[in-house]
């Protein structure tokens, strides 16, 4: 193709699919804070496996996802959707108040890594025993999930993950992403 047949195309006016779809920045935020809502609006539990059995007998095991971790996911999609948005604001209010709820977590995480390291050091020797052959390993830096500690920690990012979201919705409103309908009788 040469190059003066090349067109641009605005990005506010891209027509996707076909199927009347229209990429938008602002639609974008949309699909990822109403993903949030979505995934936050549920109980928030630990992922699992369910055992069924197959009609030849058979057992299958059949992984239900975290709902916690789908949430945190579907937040940190939308900080990277809005990313742009995070550092145009004017008032930098969004920054600012994101990076002190990460930062308050992060002091968080390093409580419960002390706890957990806390537990192992004085956990009597068979007792470390067992675990190292359960396959337990104490990790600097990590929680592990043997530890109620993980599920503490990510319960609390939850709660953050949640803050973090109403800073987004915020944010929003100060880019005027929210447009008035008016429906006349």
């Known amino acids: 193709m040469p190059d003066d047949d090349l067109e641009i195309i605005d990005p506010e006016g891209y027509r996707g699919s076909g199927k009347g779809e229209i990429f938008s920045h602002s639609q974008l935020i949309m699909m990822a804070l109403k993903k949030c809502i979505e995934n936050g609006s549920i109980e928030m539990r630990e992922g699992y496996y369910n055992k069924k059995m197959d009609k030849y007998g058979n057992t299958i ?109 915020k944010l929003t409103k100060r880019c005027d992403y929210y447009r008035e309908e008016f429906i006349e009788a």
């Not at 020797?125 to 503490?152: A, E, H, M, S």
């Not at 319960?155 to 109403?166: H, P």
């Open 61 to 169: 095991e059949i992984y239900v996802p975290d709902t916690r971790l789908t949430f945190i996911e579907s937040v940190e999609s939308a900080i990277m959707i809005m990313a742009d948005d995070i550092e145009d604001d004017k008032e930098n209010k969004a920054e600012i108040n994101i990076k002190e709820i990460l930062t308050e977590l992060s002091t968080e995480k390093e409580k419960y890594q002390n706890l957990e390291k806390a537990e192992w050091t004085n956990a009597r020797d068979d007792l470390k025993q067992q675990w190292y052959n359960k396959g337990r390993r104490l990790i600097p830096g990590v929680l592990t999930q043997f530890f109620p500690y993980y599920n503490y920690y990510i319960m609390d990012k939850v709660v953050a993950y949640r803050k973090i979201v109403a800073e987004l919705t």
